[in-house]
């Protein structure tokens, strides 16, 4: 099951430095298909190819277990309790494991605030 709402910011909202584009939550009990169906364009992805965002995304693992690659990151374990952040412009794909039940809840953002911390080398 997948619950997610997708936002659309104006030049104003942007004057404030950061914008949400998207929130949501899955929930999986094991052996579901995966992604779940809901996501808009652009969203959606293959596990095995992957994909490429426009937009920061943070992931929290609330429930389960999977694996995790990216450009700089391959294979990597994730468990519950983890929190991880997609960065715009790069490749990744992440997947719960066969046999676990995933709960996950995500943000979708951009703006300069996140752009300077990056920049700056906080992240």
Do not use: C
């Not at 404030?16 to 052996?31: A, E, R, Y």
């Amino acid at each position: 099951m997948q619950d997610s709402k997708y936002l659309i910011a104006n030049e104003r909202d942007a004057l404030w430095g950061l914008t949400v584009s998207t929130v949501g939550m899955d929930m999986l009990q094991p052996g579901d298909p995966y992604p779940t169906r809901g996501h808009a364009g652009g969203y959606y992805f293959d596990v095995n190819k992957g994909r490429i965002l426009d937009e920061y995304q943070m992931l929290y693992l609330m429930e389960g277990e999977g694996i995790f690659s990216s450009e700089h990151v391959k294979d990597q374990k994730i468990k519950a309790g983890d929190i991880f952040l997609l960065f715009p412009n790069e490749w990744h794909t992440y997947h719960p494991l066969h046999d676990s039940k995933w709960k996950s809840y995500w943000i979708g953002y951009e703006g300069r605030n996140m752009d300077d911390r990056v920049r700056y080398g906080f992240l």
